[in-house]
């Protein structure tokens, strides 16, 4: 039991990635925070992560991109809970337009969910965690290899590289890991209702296709003690898919 007498927050944790790293880590005995926008889709998920195995669960409903919301969902979990000592950043939120139809709009939208929202559960986590916590980002091997019509999000998984090297830095002094995880395709909604990839114009074989769990135990590790020297680290999960693209 890796995580017991921990608090962890899973944000986008309603879901996918997100939903299978809060039932691992609260079957392995931690406290689990569901912070996701969606409250109906959360208050499921945590009884879901409690059936799993954990001790309890919470549902927080949270837009990760204001700021107001996480600190409130920071505060309620150490209301509730007493600590916290995990944060995973995986919300996240894509649009599918070309470059020159973008707006605004779309990169603030984007942006907001997919970096500051990161941005903004670390500063919470380095004003509140203890020695020995941890943060891990949830990147995109579109921070490396791309492909058309997903601008904003991949400069935004780009950017989430650029932070958890920054925060290692400013967290190590604090005894706050940080590191990133690049994931593949994964066998989520997020990655069958892409249009590149309903068009054919990205080819996925299924060999090449994670499941959440995969990712989750990847995520695990990274915040488990067993990872104690892992600092600012950027770790692919894709079953090898960069390689060959």
Not at 128 to 140: F, R, T, Y
């Amino acid at each position: 039991m890796r995580f017991t007498d921990r608090v962890a927050i899973v944000t986008g944790g309603a879901s996918g990635i997100g939903l299978a790293t809060a039932k691992l880590l609260g079957a392995e005995g931690a406290r689990v925070v569901i912070a996701d926008i969606d409250a109906e889709h959360a208050d499921a998920a945590a009884d879901a992560v409690k059936q799993a195995g954990a001790p309890d669960a919470w549902a927080s409903t949270c837009n990760v991109g204001e700021e107001t919301q996480v600190a409130a969902t920071v505060n309620g979990a150490i209301e509730r809970f007493g600590r916290l000592d995990i944060v995973v950043n995986n919300a996240g939120l894509m649009v599918f337009k070309p470059l020159i139809e973008l707006t605004k709009e779309d990169w603030q939208r984007i942006l907001n969910v997919d970096l500051m929202g990161a941005f903004f559960f670390t500063k919470q986590a380095f004003l509140h965690m203890p020695k020995g916590g941890a943060i891990v980002n949830v990147s995109s091997i579109h921070a490396i290899e791309t492909e058309p019509l997903v601008t904003p999000y991949a400069a935004a998984k780009a950017a989430i590289l650029s932070l958890t090297r920054s925060a290692a830095l400013e967290g190590k002094p604090k005894g706050i890991r940080v590191n990133a995880i690049l994931p593949g395709a994964v066998d989520t909604p997020m990655l069958w209702d892409n249009p590149n990839v309903k068009s054919g114009q990205e080819k996925i074989n299924h060999a090449d296709v994670g499941k959440p769990e995969e990712i989750a135990a990847t995520i695990a590790f990274l915040a488990s003690d067993e990872a104690s020297f892992v600092q600012g680290a950027a770790v692919r999960v894709d079953g090898g898919r960069l390689d060959r693209l």
